[in-house]
């Protein structure tokens, strides 16, 4: 069992009687880490000696680290990589060694959003979504042209699906308007405009869907 501070580790692994030249130079590789990490300063308390530490990537070479944060244990590693000495022959023939990492973003923010260190506003930069409810999307296609070229952000629902479902999509996106073009709509040549805020529903032609929607732009 091998336990304790970093450099006691270290000391037990070197105490080991394995005679595998692979175990050895892990050692000095490993040596060569804390002795850099005590250099840069980095108090003792910010990192650790894992040995049961695997990563699912079969292109590191050396040293692998993971990062946690104290406080939030329950979201495991936030930051994780190491060292790939040979990952860049898939793409050259030179050799070139590297260090790298990738950071989780989502458990990042999730933490920040929790501890409201972040706010957090509408999850689209798009004032309506444009709901097809037909086979045939390409009414809807055609609106968002036109309301893009006039200026207005819009996005289409591109999938199949009930009205209530798009709805709900449309609420979590955050969008102020949707509108809905089923059979009736198509044939009668308008198009149904839903306030997503106040539940409220008209049924308007194109040039009072613009104005509306213009009028909605200058708030949001």
């Given at each position: 069992?091998?336990?304790?501070?970093?450099?006691?580790?270290?000391?037990?692994?070197?105490?080991?009687?394995?005679?595998?030249?692979?175990?050895?130079?892990?050692?000095?590789?490993?040596?060569?880490?804390?002795?850099?990490?005590?250099?840069?300063?980095?108090?003792?308390?910010?990192?650790?000696?894992d040995l049961t530490i695997a990563r699912?990537?079969?292109?590191y070479t050396g040293t692998v680290y993971e990062?946690?944060?104290d406080d939030y244990p329950d979201?495991?590693?936030?930051?994780?990589?190491g060292r790939y000495d040979n990952l860049a022959g898939y793409y050259t023939r030179e050799k070139l060694p590297g260090v790298g990492a990738s950071i989780g973003l989502t458990r990042l923010f999730h933490q920040l959003m929790e501890a409201q260190l972040i706010k957090t506003g509408s999850a689209t930069k798009s004032l309506v979504l444009i709901i097809p409810m037909t086979e045939d999307n390409r009414t809807s296609l055609e609106l968002a042209s036109i309301l893009r070229s006039e200026g207005i952000p819009s996005q289409v629902y591109s999938e199949k699906g009930a009205l209530g479902k798009k709805l709900k999509y449309a609420d979590?996106?955050?969008?102020?308007?949707s509108v809905i073009i089923g059979e009736d709509e198509v044939k009668g040549g308008y198009f149904t405009l839903k306030a997503m805020a106040e539940k409220r529903e008209?049924?308007?032609?194109?040039?009072?869907?613009k104005?509306?929607?213009?009028?909605?732009?200058?708030?949001?």
């Open positions: 069992q091998i336990e304790g501070a970093p450099v006691e580790k270290l000391a037990q692994l070197k105490a080991t009687p394995v005679q595998n030249e692979l175990f050895q130079q892990g050692i000095v590789e490993l040596e060569t880490v804390l002795d850099a990490i005590r250099v840069l300063g980095l108090p003792e308390r910010n990192y650790d000696v699912g990537l079969d292109y990062t946690r944060l979201l495991g590693s936030i930051c994780s990589g979590r996106l955050g969008v102020p308007f008209s049924k308007v032609g194109l040039e009072d869907l104005t509306h929607l213009r009028k909605g732009l200058s708030f949001a």
